[in-house]
Nanobody, 127 residues
Framework: QVQLVESGGGLVQAGGSLRLSCAASGRTFSSFTMGWLRQAPGKEREFVAATSWRDGSTYYADSVKGRFTISRDNAKNSVYLQMNSLKPEDTAVYYC????????????????????WGQGTQVTVSS
């Protein structure tokens, strides 16, 4: 059974940093593009960032480009999201996502429609 487990969320002041982690289990994820999506109250789930299974290339939403960095460690079946210069509008539940053979840019389009999800971790940025 595939499981994605997020950690690292919390409360931070605007301008601060957080690092999210996602540990995957149940199968080998080297053929999976892994990423992060988020959902704020009253809004649709939106793409944040992804890293490709093929070459580790990355793709970001414009709203987080230059502030967030996604990385992965295939040996640990893990993906990370370093979030710097956080803003109140970054407040949301952040979900780890994994979809096989999808490109990183493709995950931004499909929003992990056919992939696996974690349970989510809350990130709250106070002003």
């Amino acid at each position: 059974q595939v499981q994605l487990v997020e950690s690292g969320g919390g409360l931070v002041q605007a301008g601060g940093s957080l690092r999210l982690s996602c540990a995957a289990s149940g199968r080998t994820f080297s053929s999976f593009t892994m990423g992060w999506l988020r959902q704020a109250p009253g809004k649709e789930r939106e793409f944040v960032a992804a890293t490709s299974w093929r070459d580790g290339s990355t793709y970001y939403a414009d709203s987080v480009k230059g502030r967030f960095t996604i990385s992965r460690d295939n040996a640990k079946n893990s993906v990370y999201l370093q979030m710097n210069s956080l803003k109140p509008e970054d407040t949301a539940v952040y979900y780890c996502a994994a979809e096989q053979f999808r490109t990183a840019q493709g995950m931004a389009v499909t929003r992990n429609e056919h992939g696996y999800w974690g349970q989510g971790t809350q990130v709250t940025v106070s002003s």
